[in-house]
T-cell receptor, first 111, second 117 residues
């Protein structure tokens, strides 16, 4: 069974702090990894993707991938109350074009 | 990315009836997917909608309950048949688009919130 695991949270951080969201995956055939943000009552929206080991930065967001450890993370710098949402981690299912989804981590940024 | 619309955005239905949800994309896409998301839960893939052939269903989902059409590369429908309260959920359409350096990235429609009484 291919799985993506995330801590469900809630993760609570003060405004301006760094929020760190973590994800592990079981399928070594997965090549691409995605972070989505989902506000309550809304559909998921793509934040970032990563497919190479190391860090990838986009504004206040940094995705980190370690294929040896099968670990993906998302760092949010200078967290804002508007970042409060559920963050979903997903991995592609090897050669299959489907995505395997984690259960999501709830993030609360407190003013 | 992609601009995706879904209709209806929400509906309240009686048990035993059926509802058809439409998904329209602003550009041609190869892969379209239908998901279900129950309150407080993550995404569950129902099926992959294949253009010109039958949909591919995930374990636990069958064509008789969730018939899917995909008449062209920009449109798909999902029908929830013979509904029961357990079918109350948000139904999401997504499309996969290839970026230059990457396999498919999925983009989601706004969802259809279904309540079955």
């Amino acid at each position: 069974q291919k799985e993506v695991e995330q801590n469900s949270g809630p993760l609570s951080v003060p405004e301006g702090a760094i929020a760190s969201l973590n994800c592990t995956y079981s399928d070594r055939g997965s090549q691409s990894f995605f972070w989505y943000r989902q506000y309550s009552g809304k559909s998921p929206e793509l934040i970032m993707f990563i497919y190479s080991n190391g860090d990838k930065e986009d504004g206040r967001f940094t995705a980190q991938l370690n294929k040896a450890s099968q670990y993906v993370s998302l760092l949010i710098r200078d967290s804002q109350p508007s970042d409060s949402a559920t963050y979903l981690c997903a991995a592609n299912a090897g050669n299959n074009r489907k995505l395997i989804w984690g259960l999501g981590t709830s993030l609360a940024v407190n003013p | 990315s992609a601009v995706i619309s879904q209709k209806p955005s929400r509906d309240i239905c009686q048990r035993g009836t059926s509802l058809t949800i439409q998904c329209q994309v602003d550009s041609q896409v190869t892969m379209m997917f239908w998901y279900r998301q129950q309150p407080g839960q993550s995404l569950t893939l129902i099926a992959t909608a294949n253009q010109g052939s039958e949909a591919t269903y995930e374990s636990g989902f069958v064509i008789d309950k969730f018939p899917i059409s995909r008449p062209n590369l920009t449109f798909s429908t999902l029908t929830v048949s013979n509904m029961s309260p357990e079918d109350s959920s948000i139904y999401l359409c997504s499309v996969a688009k290839s970026l230059a350096e990457l396999t498919d990235t999925q983009y989601f429609g706004p969802g259809t919130r279904l309540t079955v009484l």
